[in-house]
């Protein structure tokens, strides 16, 4: 399959190049905040550390204009937990806007530019979902389940390596193309899974019948946490984005939270 056009710009985005790093902490938190802001309030404007830089907004793999796109709805997000890559000088958040009148699932990455001082945004991709998006859909129950986990900072000393949380992202998304993912992966006790909004056991996941490329990952040692997007395509050349998010605990899994959206083939 030839790579859509949006993965092909991907590639351009997330070269080496763009992988060398000089990150403030402190400013990607800053505009991880002004986006989850900047939603709730229905107004792109107001991401002052991020509306003054040109950058491309996808959403659901789709160059947006970005006042076009879910900040137009105003959802209310009353969940977020947000991840941030020293390295690679990006974050991931998670978001739960519960509604009722405008119920959204929304997973973002929000790239910087680590040669730059100011650590300008180049790149937000979105993962959006509502209801009909799929099957089983409850911002409302995702949220509860969400903020009964503890994904708090770990001691300094116990953190996983980086390449650890890598290999086991890699590993989930090989695996779970076409079988349990847990096969080979080492469960944790508990091990749960957040899948869009139904609660289980990790043991229960099956395959999703989906090969997963145009991969971009984030990490956070500091909680022990990794976060990949990827395209998936089906056989029969259906598409969906998804995300998945997996925290572990002394090399084991111990949550992983994924939301699958389904997209137009490009």
Known sequence: MRPPTSALALAAFLSPATVTAACNRDLLQQSANEFIQALSMGMADHMQNIATQGFTYLENNKPTDIKAGVVSKSPHVAFNRTLADMQVCATFTEMVAPGPEKPYLIH???RHNASEESNAVYLIDAI???????????ASE???LAEEEDWGFVPQDTWDTRATLVAAG???LDLVETQNPFGRVAMGDP???LDGSQYGNCTSVGATELTYSSRRSVVDE?????????LG???DGSMAMESVTLRLGVERVRYVHSLSVPIEAS
């Open 191 to 193: 091990c749960q899974v």
């Open 222 to 230: 500091s909680v022990d946490a990794i976060n990949v997007f990827a």
């Open 142 to 144: 995702t949220m509860r």
């Open 233 to 235: 395509e089906r056989k």
């Open 128 to 138: 959006v979902a509502t209801t009909g998006s799929f099957k089983g859909f409850n």
């Open 170 to 172: 890699a590993m989930y």
């Open 108 to 110: 973002a990455q929000i």
